[in-house]
């Protein structure tokens, strides 16, 4: 069974760091671009950041640039979302996603992408 987990999420304060991960199983995502997504309540799910398959190649939505990083370690089959300077705007769900078909590329469309996990909560307090 396919499935893409996230963790790392919880309650952190303003200013803070918080490091997400997604760790993927039943198949190997080394060869998939990844995504960031996340929905905060009452709003639609937005997109955060991508990843290319060989990590070489990231991009951000303005909202996060310049605060988030997202990484891969392919050998883990994991992917990586590092927060820094949290606002309480921050807080929502955050997901990963993969797109297995063409992984060099970098997608902000929810629709380009295959797999999704679940889903952690993120809770950023003033």
């Known amino acids: 069974q396919v499935q893409l987990v996230e963790s790392g999420g919880g309650l952190v304060q303003t200013w803070g760091s918080l490091r997400l991960s997604c760790a993927a199983s039943?198949?190997?995502?080394?060869?998939?671009?990844m995504g960031w997504f996340r929905q905060a309540p009452g709003k639609e799910r937005e997109f955060v950041a991508a990843?290319?398959?060989?990590?070489?190649?990231?991009t951000y939505a303005d909202s996060v640039k310049g605060r988030f990083t997202i990484s891969r370690d392919n050998d883990k089959n994991t992917a990586y979302l590092q927060m820094r300077s949290v606002k309480p705007e921050d807080t929502a769900v955050y997901y990963c996603?993969?797109?297995?078909?063409?992984?060099?590329?970098?997608?902000?469309?929810?629709?380009?992408?295959?797999?999704w996990g679940q889903g952690t909560q993120v809770t950023v307090s003033s």
């Open positions: 990843i290319s398959w060989s990590g070489s190649t990231t």
């Open positions: 039943g198949r190997s995502f080394s060869r998939d671009g």
């Open positions: 996603a993969a797109n297995a078909i063409t992984g060099s590329y970098l997608y902000r469309a929810e629709s380009k992408y295959d797999y």
